[in-house]
């Protein structure tokens, strides 16, 4: 782990690729704003096909997060999927290199955050962008505090959406921060999901790959997420909190991908270049909390480790939706003993269901 880590820093490699094109709204989802400390903050929400507020589930972005549209809306039909399981989803909007974390302080380097002017911009082939971004800099992020109250009980009050029994999973940055949250809030978030996460962020290297990550996207300092060596750093590391995990029953599903690109990756410079190594080093982390797991006994999970696939939305979507069947038996009102969820009409994705992106 710590070779691939040392091989990426100079590229100052993204945790989450940017993807493809974006896509128009799905017009089947509604804005739904709830104010915070952040400030007014926009989420997506796509209602079960039939109607139930009983099952919800969460679904994080990963680094390049956008402020108009969660990546999974943007660039998937997993939300879309999901209706169709009779499961209500809820996209937050934004956090660029949050982590959803809640920060110590703003983001800034010794009170200054630079631009990024004198940088070469993303269309330069570089992955160094998104300085100007204000988020979580004339502020402090306060992510996961927004996702266990702010939203939950806006969800409760307005939509009169179950605050307990939830689902939550993430690709990327996203993956460690929905096991950060059923660690910490068992009664709301009874599954969680890592697609591709960085699950061992103690291990050799880490730090200073995530350092350069963050800064690459958006300009971030992690010292203002969480001091090295703090009990604040140490609690949001994944493969040290997997005993809480275990203790809590949480169910999870866990993958990640070979690095070794599909067919329709090979026409992507960013496929190759940083999506083969992004992937190798969440391999390695999530081969390294598997094993925690393992050496903790724990059986309520699902690995899911394809032989293909790169850091990209196109493994990401294709991983959801095997995961997606598995969410559906364990979120909501408990089912009677042998029970089953109803299937949903017609497959996963709907008739029509565009090609992995």
Do not use: C
């Amino acid at each position: 782990m710590g070779a691939v880590v040392a091989v990426l820093l100079p590229f100052g490699a993204s945790v989450a690729m940017a993807g493809p094109a974006a896509a128009e709204y799905d017009p089947a989802g509604f804005d739904f704003f709830v104010d915070s400390s952040m400030g007014s903050i926009k989420n997506r929400i796509f209602r079960a096909a039939d109607g139930n507020t009983d099952r919800v589930v969460y679904l994080l972005d990963g680094e390049r997060a956008e402020n108009d549209m969660n990546g999974w809306e943007e660039y998937t039909e997993i939300p879309a999927a999901l209706t169709k399981f009779n499961i209500n989803v809820v996209t937050p909007v934004g956090g660029q290199s949050s982590f959803y974390a809640d920060w110590m302080e703003p983001s800034s380097f010794n009170g200054v955050n630079p631009d990024g002017s004198g940088l070469p911009g993303s269309d330069s082939g570089s992955a160094v962008s998104g300085w100007t971004e204000t988020s979580g800099k004339s502020y402090t992020y306060k992510w996961e505090t927004f996702l266990t109250q702010n939203l939950p009980n806006a969800l409760r009050d307005r939509l009169g959406f179950s605050s307990t029994r939830n689902g939550v999973f993430g690709l990327s940055s996203g993956g460690s921060a929905a096991l950060v949250m059923a660690a910490y809030h068992p009664e709301q978030f009874v599954y969680a999901g890592s697609l591709s996460g960085y699950l061992y962020q103690s291990a050799p290297g880490m730090r200073e790959a995530l350092r350069m990550a963050m800064l690459a996207a958006g300009g971030y300092n992690i010292d203002s997420m969480a001091p090295a060596g703090s009990e604040q750093w140490k609690r949001l590391d994944p493969y040290g909190f997997a005993s809480t995990l275990a203790a809590n029953g949480t169910r999870l599903y866990i993958s990640a991908g070979s690095g070794q690109p599909a067919q329709q990756d090979l026409s992507s410079s960013d496929a190759i270049i940083q999506g083969m190594p992004l992937e190798g080093i969440a391999l390695a982390n999530t081969r390294a909390f598997q094993s925690k797991m393992e050496s903790l006994g724990y059986e309520n999970v699902t690995y899911d480790f394809p032989s293909i696939g790169v850091h990209n939305w196109g493994q990401w979507e294709q991983v959801a939706n095997r995961l997606i069947p598995d969410l559906a038996k364990h979120i909501g009102k408990p089912l009677p003993e042998g029970a089953r969820p109803a299937p949903p009409e017609g497959p996963p994705g709907g008739e029509g269901q565009a090609p992995p992106k």
